[in-house]
């Protein structure tokens, strides 16, 4: 069973910096596209940055490129999203997502419980 634990939100100020991690487990990690999403009030689920083991080639979304960051690391089979520069319209739920090709949320198999995070202004 695919499982995806998202930790790290919380609240912070405009230009503050918080971390997010997705501990995962159930699937081989290195095997698969792993990203990040959000969501906003009132608003469609958006890909903020996937990775990809194969190629090394994250994608990020043209809001957060320059300030936010994805890795990984295979042997704690955990990805990070680091946070930089926040902005209030950052604010959103985040969530994990595995098997996530071209990082486009439509074609995601698996999603953690997300968690929030709140910039204020």
């Known amino acids: 069973e695919v499982q995806l634990v998202e930790s790290g939100g919380g609240l912070v100020q405009a230009g503050g910096s918080l971390r997010l991690s997705c501990a995962t487990s159930g699937f081989t990690f290195d095997a698969y596209e792993i990203g990040w999403f959000r969501q906003a009030p009132g608003k469609e689920r958006e890909a903020v940055s996937c990775?990809?083991?194969?190629?090394?080639?994250?994608y990020y979304g043209d809001s957060v490129k320059g300030r936010f960051t994805i890795s990984s690391d295979s042997a704690k089979n955990t990805v990070y999203l680091e946070m930089n520069s926040l902005k209030p319209e950052d604010t959103g739920v985040y969530y994990c997502?595995?098997?996530?090709?071209?990082?486009?949320?439509?074609?995601?198999?698996?999603w953690g419980q997300g968690t929030q995070v709140t910039v204020s202004s």
């Open positions: 997502a595995v098997d996530a090709p071209f990082c486009i949320p439509s074609k995601v198999a698996h």
């Open positions: 990775i990809n083991s194969a190629d090394d080639r994250p």
